[in-house]
């Protein structure tokens, strides 16, 4: 028993040193955040009926996103690209006093309806990470009620400013494959890109936040200068380039919920819950999250869980701590 404690101890302290730690980081005054986008959907044809959906993290209402954009402008952020980040870190360029990225994952057509119009109007930046395979099950799943952006579509964007990158080629887990065909993935969805699009794609967003060590070399090898992964939070100017953090947008944030969102204190809190969910994703795999978050969801205060990032880092908390003293006890019994 004096060494479980010991190990208890040690445990302990390391989490609380963490803590400290994630705390200092999410206060730093070079701290730079990412909105992380997927697809948009109209709010007045969901609430008369026309369309039906009760997916709530990766879709956005198209009137909130219009109010948000429109509250980031008033408030005086500057939105940047990834070219302009690595300006800036390199020392080429000042900081903004108040920056921020605007970032979409897969490449929904929605995002050229609803998102790029608010985007031109208001002179803002935005970058698409896009899924070249048009034919990826992604896409597919996601037919009735969106396609995706077309080559036309990504160079009509690009033109107005809007950065086009790298999200993989076919949007599968990264870490279910093989070494060459991650290399594949990786290099192909380049390729494909900038013959596309005319001009270089030096970023990737990891499809679903299946990531690992393996894939973070192979990005470097096939060329990439910067990646997202699945940790949320926020980016400074001495962020590691191939675990740069987003915060996910979901559709029950308004303009208002949104400035809340990028509060260093809640800011905070999100990387915690995102450090306890990278965590049980190289335990057990990204499936085993995902099905986590869709029991999680099926819980009559499921959505309030996921939408709560403190409440849902106590009841995490509190569980582990519930089956630690019943391993405790089981140990202790003769």
Do not use: C
Request: glycine residues 6%; proline residues 5%; charged residues 20%.
């Amino acid at each position: 028993m004096p060494a479980l404690a010991a190990v208890v101890v040690i445990v302990l302290l390391g989490a609380v040193s963490f803590v400290f730690y994630v705390y200092a980081q999410e206060h730093r005054p070079d701290r730079i955040p990412a909105l992380l986008y997927h697809r948009l959907i109209a709010k007045d044809r969901l609430d008369r009926g026309e369309i039906h959906t009760t997916e709530r993290s990766y879709v956005a209402f198209d009137t909130f996103f219009a109010a948000q954009m429109q509250a980031l402008h008033d408030a005086g952020f500057t939105t940047l690209d990834l070219d302009d980040y690595l300006r800036i870190r390199r020392g080429e360029a000042a900081r903004p006093a108040r920056p921020i990225l605007v970032t979409f994952d897969d490449g929904f057509r929605s995002v050229y309806l609803h998102a790029f119009p608010v985007l031109r109007r208001l002179g803002m930046k935005a970058t698409v990470f896009m899924t070249p395979d048009r034919s990826s099950a992604n896409f597919t799943k996601n037919a009735p009620l969106d396609g995706p952006l077309s080559d036309a579509d990504l160079r009509e964007m690009q033109a107005a400013g809007v950065a086009i990158e790298s999200h993989g080629m076919t949007h599968r887990y990264l870490t279910d494959l093989e070494p060459d065909t991650i290399r594949w993935e990786l290099a192909e969805s380049r390729r494909v890109l900038e013959s596309a699009l005319g001009k270089p794609v030096r970023y990737l967003a990891i499809p679903s936040g299946a990531y690992n060590g393996t894939i973070r070399r192979l990005a470097q090898e096939t060329g990439y200068a910067a990646v997202f992964s699945m940790g949320k939070g926020t980016m400074h100017l001495k962020s590691d380039l191939f675990a740069l953090k987003r915060l996910v947008v979901g559709r029950d944030l308004d303009a208002a919920g949104l400035l809340s969102l990028l509060d260093p204190q809640n800011v905070f809190l999100l990387r915690l819950t995102s450090t306890a969910q990278v965590t049980f994703s190289r335990l057990f795999g990204m499936r085993s999250l995902d099905r986590l978050r869709a029991a999680i969801l099926r819980l009559p205060f499921g959505a309030a869980l996921i939408r709560r990032p403190a409440l849902l880092l106590a009841v995490g908390l509190s569980t582990v701590v519930v089956i630690g003293a019943l391993l405790v006890a089981l140990l202790r019994r003769p």
